[in-house]
């Protein structure tokens, strides 16, 4: 997979050489290419930002060094022969959430081009002048703002790197992750344990030494369900009863879940008729 990314602080993305994303990267699994956006300015002063029309706080970043940035990348893969284009993404707090499901996504395309921002962003007509002729996809981390895109572009990337083949050691790894997606689609994973089996008198679930993969799978499903009943509840509201096994239920019951006209709802919640 091909990566560039975009930044006025290329510096920024010094961790894109280390660990997990590092290693796939010497591997030739990952081919992340960062870019100066100030080599696309020409005044003495490698102006990247204005004010904004209209009046209001803050500076809005041009238009002309993105595009000249975008076209030339553009360019240069078809000059080298490339065939596929790739997807833009541009981090902003005001994108469709990053979620488990984009990062499968994107982990399946074959060139990303990341346009991580400073000041207000980006001059809207950036994103509607490649909007016409790419994928683009505006994408927020989470709802709270942040200074600049280049953080969002880290977890964005690392998430999508781990997700490539090759990239873990186990490929098995990512399939029990929350949000995963199958089972773990709707539930964050429960509490891992490794060794000693006991510690400042604290023991690990008799469980999970019992080697009985059974009862290790049910208990790590039931761990899970109370897990995302106490911290997410809402990833679980409304879950069908459809979609869940008999255990699944009980447990869901147990925690003081109720199941009303095919589906499951948090305690005390309003249920509907
Ligand atoms: N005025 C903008 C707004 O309220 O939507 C915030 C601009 S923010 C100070 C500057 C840049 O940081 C954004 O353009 C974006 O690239 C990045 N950024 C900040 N928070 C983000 C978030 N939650 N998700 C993705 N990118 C974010």
Redesign the pocket.
């Known amino acids: 997979m091909r990566l560039d990314v975009i930044t006025i602080f290329p510096e920024y993305l010094a961790p894109l050489d280390l660990s997990l994303v590092g290693k796939a990267r010497e591997r030739g699994q990952l081919d992340v290419r960062v870019h100066d956006l100030r080599q696309w300015t020409h005044d003495r002063h490698h102006t990247v930002d204005d004010t904004p029309y209209g009046g209001g706080p803050g500076m809005v970043m041009k238009p002309e060094p993105w595009g000249e940035a975008l076209d030339q990348l553009l360019d240069g893969a078809r000059a080298e022969g490339r065939a596929e284009e790739p997807t833009l993404v541009v ?5 469709a959430p990053f979620t488990q499901e984009l990062a499968v996504e994107l982990s399946g395309r074959p060139w990303l081009v990341f346009t ?6 980006i001059d809207r007509r950036v994103v509607e002048e490649y909007a016409s002729r790419l994928n683009v996809r505006e ?4 709802d ?6 280049e953080a ?1 572009v880290l977890v964005m990337v690392e998430a999508v790197a781990r997700l490539l083949p090759g990239v873990l050691g186990n490929a098995e790894s990512h399939r029990d992750d929350s949000f995963a997606p199958g089972a773990m689609e709707r539930l964050l994973e429960g509490p891992v344990y490794t060794k000693p089996p006991s510690w400042r008198e604290r023991d690990v679930p008799e469980v999970l030494l019992s080697g009985h993969h059974g009862r290790v799978a049910r208990w790590r499903r039931d761990q899970a369900l109370a897990r995302t009943a106490s911290h997410r509840p809402d990833l679980l509201a409304g879950i069908g009863s459809a979609e869940l096994d008999r255990a699944d239920r009980e447990k869901l019951c147990e925690l003081g879940w109720v199941e009303s006209d095919g589906r499951f709802w948090p305690p005390g919640d309003r249920v509907e008729e």
């Open positions: 981090p902003t707090p005001s994108g991580p921002a400073r000041y207000e962003g994408v927020s981390i989470g709270y703002v942040l200074a600049g895109g969002p």
